[in-house]
């Protein structure tokens, strides 16, 4: 019988990512454990702030399509579960300023997937939002299911609902080292070492601390993210 310290998964870093990962292992019927160094919820990682956008015709590549399409079934069936609102489906537009193909990219991965969008003109989108100012000649292409997430409801419900299926997540607790061994990986932290037979690490910046001794490529920047506060939001609607 597995000790109490012992389980089948243990995910190194509460966030979306490790938080997600063991929602994911928990309806699989894994006995997940996730240690946070912080707080479950907290300000420190790359899902810090109010919101994050959710767009499916992604300029990036067409590929990230259906991996969308499945995130955002799970966000409806989260909100059902947890009678929480985490996603709004306020709409968004793809802008390109001549010279760049950000918003034809877009518009190529919703053809690609059948996605429905909009493909206006610079005159359209300022008609249908008086706050906007799009200059002529930029491209615009609007979807109607793209918008936000809600993060700390997002995350709190997520970690919820993997407890519920007998997850845990274990705030506060540092992880200090970890290895392999023929049976599987440990993990020890200041009060405890924990076992199981597999380590997922979803460590967001800390990464290259945490993975070191494996001489990966890692390089953690900075992306600085800014939200406007909205006078009128008719303007917008």
Do not use: C
């Amino acid at each position: 019988m597995p000790g109490s310290n012992n389980f089948d998964v243990i995910i190194v870093g509460g966030g979306t990512m490790g938080t997600a990962a063991a929602w994911a292992l928990a309806r699989r019927g894994q006995r997940a454990l996730v240690l946070e160094q912080f707080e479950h919820v907290h300000a420190f990682g790359s899902h810090g702030g109010e919101t994050r956008i959710i767009r499916h015709a992604y300029a990036e590549s067409p590929e990230y399509v259906p991996l969308v399409q499945r995130a955002d079934l799970l966000w409806q069936e989260l909100e059902e579960e947890s009678g929480e609102r985490i996603l709004v489906r306020s709409g968004g537009l793809e802008l390109a300023a001549p010279g760049y193909s950000h918003a034809r990219d877009a518009r190529l991965a919703a053809d690609l997937h059948g996605l429905a969008y909009e493909w206006l003109t610079p005159g359209e989108a300022n008609h249908r939002w008086k706050a906007l100012q799009v200059p002529d000649g930029w491209d615009v292409l609007y979807s109607a299911e793209s918008g936000f997430l809600l993060t700390e409801p997002a995350l709190r419900e997520m970690g919820s609902a993997a407890k519920r299926l007998g997850a845990q997540i274990v705030d506060q607790t540092p992880v200090t080292s970890w290895g392999a061994s023929p049976d599987g990986v440990w993990v020890t932290t200041p009060q405890e070492r924990f076992e199981a037979g597999s380590l997922i690490v979803t460590t967001g910046a800390w990464a290259g601390s945490m993975l070191r001794e494996l001489g990966l490529p890692i390089e953690v920047r900075r992306k600085t993210l800014w939200w406007q506060q909205v006078d009128n939001l008719e303007d917008f609607q």
